[in-house]
């Protein structure tokens, strides 16, 4: 079981850097080019869409974290967790607060928080993409 809730964790890990990324890089820059009259509407629409991309790659990546914590309560696993925890908290305190005040009303200020803060969660995913890498490599031969 514990090289499953790995390998699941790491997909979902992998697969939210790829799109954390894309989002820092090309998505969150173009987000202030909309037409303002529009952008209500738009940023309704952006959230909902969103959320079909990254449930899959969020569930993944929770229940395999709380599956390899079960299972192989390592340091890994701890390390794993803690990079997640980071992650969450940049993403409840800061980047939700501001996708919802831009649903609301278009900010230049809120949209340049939006892309700052942005930066060091995709460097925490890449980091916690590291750490599952690093998990994977090191699981006990046979999956303990």
């Known amino acids: ?10 997909a979902g890990t992998l697969y939210m850097t790829g799109v954390v990324w894309f989002a820092q890089l090309v998505h969150y ?32 990546e929770i229940l395999g974290t709380l599956g390899l914590l079960w299972y192989w309560p390592s340091l890994q696993a701890w390390t794993g967790l803690g990079v997640l925890l980071a992650i969450w908290t940049v993403t409840c305190a800061v980047l939700i607060p ?16 939006l892309v700052r803060y942005n930066l060091p969660r995709s460097l925490l995913w890449t980091l916690r993409s590291a750490v599952m890498i690093w998990t994977a490599v090191t699981l006990p031969v046979g999956g303990a």
């Open 1 to 10: 079981m514990v090289t499953f809730f790995c390998y699941l964790g790491l």
């Open 98 to 113: 501001k996708h919802l005040l831009l649903k609301q009303r278009y900010s230049s200020e809120d949209h340049r928080v």
């Open 29 to 60: 820059p173009l987000l202030d080019r909309g037409n303002a009259e529009d952008y209500l509407a738009f940023a309704v629409a952006y959230q909902r869409r969103t959320l079909w991309v990254v449930v899959p790659g969020l569930s993944c």
